[in-house]
């Protein structure tokens, strides 16, 4: 909890001050956040989903002049499913994904980049899928 959830609210708290109108926060939760998470994982879902419920209370406590959103990765080829995810894991997941694969860390990025960008204006307290299709929420 610390780590994924005490430390965006801490964070937002910190950036605060130096925040003018029309700038934008955007936090990193995660799928797990909505599904639970896999075996093993219950802390680690429960603190995505604290944080996306943040950024849907936080955009209503610092709109109109700061917007809050989230993006929620579900299976990107990064050093945490490298570590953490068993490689059979990693392929059912990514033979059930409706684009048949594991995400990019760009594409993740792009996102990000996006939801930062005047681009986004009219959005706050989203907490956006980016999975390939594995879970619609």
Do not use: W
């Amino acid at each position: 909890m610390d780590l994924n959830a005490t430390s965006f609210l801490l964070a937002v708290k910190a950036v605060l001050p130096h925040m003018g109108a029309g700038s934008a926060i955007v936090g990193l939760a995660s799928q797990a956040g909505r599904d639970g998470g896999g075996p093993g994982a219950v802390a680690y879902a429960a603190s995505k989903g604290a944080e996306m419920t943040m950024t849907r209370g936080l955009a209503k406590e610092l709109g109109p002049d700061i917007r809050v959103n989230s993006v929620c990765p579900g299976m990107i080829d990064t050093d945490f499913h490298n570590i953490f995810t068993k490689p059979e894991a990693r392929s059912h997941v990514a033979s059930i994904t409706p684009l048949k694969r594991e995400g990019r860390p760009e594409e993740v990025a792009d996102l990000v980049c996006f939801l930062a960008s005047d681009r986004s204006s009219f959005m706050t307290g989203t907490n956006i899928d980016i999975n390939g299709g594995l879970l619609f929420s």
